[in-house]
């Protein structure tokens, strides 16, 4: 067998300034997507180190300051704010203030989309009219999809009450029912998750938010399970609404909390699904006898 030739000082420092400029060579969105890739890197448990997710949200706004209008960037950094609050940030008012910061990326990307249109706010009536406008706009999904769940996670910290008042349970419904309608299958079926999950945890104010349905909310995350199956978080959403709601699917729900606490995080998603079966597993242990 022929044994291969060591490699030289010089080639080896010749390969090692390839692989730099290869590197350089690198776009910003190029950069960010490879550290959205590192994420999970060192983490524990649920909790992931900043370091990498970091590195994608500052390449993503490096991307998007260098290009205003590239609404994919725009998209990227809101998935990438939303891993960086959820599984990096543990102080509320931290994750408050990030969230605030996201809704300001997705109002300039929904007043881009719009282009100036009176029917941009995606209410019912003006609904029919913006799908029409967004058909040919792949981004407009995401931009919606991350406008409706910062909101939701908004809410947090103001209180359901509080966000109800301000019309913002209306922000996510409308904008939730626009993603179906431009894509039911975007992000695992994510507008019926986020829809389903409105339902469930909006309070029901008359006047106000009289349009919430619990059956809804169970309808909409029966959809969302079905369209993506594989996605933890939605069999988890749609447990919680049927222990809530529905008494006569008691056995039916603690058996999908069986069998959920039994799986294992998917490796792509590792920190987020972590996250999704310790959860489980502690409302398992509150509602199993």
């Not at 996510?172 to 507008?191: F, K, M, P, T």
Request: overall charge negative.
């Amino acid at each position: 067998m022929r044994r291969s030739r060591p490699v030289s000082a010089a080639a080896a420092l010749y390969l090692l300034m390839a692989g730099a400029v290869q590197a350089g060579e690198m776009t910003a969105l190029e950069r960010g997507d490879e550290a959205v890739r590192r994420r999970a890197e060192g983490h524990r448990g649920s909790h992931a180190l900043p370091g990498p997710i970091g590195e994608a949200v500052a390449a993503y706004e490096e991307a998007l300051a260098a290009q205003p209008d590239d609404l994919e960037a725009r998209v990227k950094l809101l998935r990438a704010l939303y891993f960086q609050a959820e599984f990096t940030l543990s102080e509320a008012l931290d994750q408050h203030a990030l969230f605030e910061r996201a809704l300001d990326v997705a109002s300039e990307g929904m007043a881009q989309l719009a282009g100036g249109l009176a029917y941009a706010d995606a209410s019912g009536k003006n609904q029919p009219r913006l799908v029409e406008h967004l058909s040919d706009q792949p981004e407009a999904a995401g931009i919606y999809f991350w406008s409706a769940v910062y909101w939701g996670l908004w809410c947090r910290h103001a209180g359901n009450f509080k966000a109800a008042r301000k019309g913002v349970a209306n922000k996510i419904r409308d904008y939730s029912e626009l993603v179906i309608a431009l894509d039911d299958q975007y992000e695992n079926a994510g507008g019926h998750r986020v829809l389903g999950r409105l339902h469930t945890e909006a309070p029901r104010i008359p006047l106000i938010t009289g349009w919430v349905d619990r059956d809804v909310a169970i309808s909409e995350l029966e959809r969302a399970v079905e369209g993506a199956p594989n996605d933890l978080r939605a069999h988890l959403f749609l447990t919680e609404a049927l222990l809530k709601f529905d008494p006569r699917r008691h056995d039916e729900a603690i058996d999908r909390l069986q069998w959920l606490v039994r799986q294992s995080p998917n490796s792509e998603l590792l920190v987020e699904e972590i996250q999704v079966l310790e959860e489980a597993k502690q409302f398992l242990a509150e509602h199993q006898p």
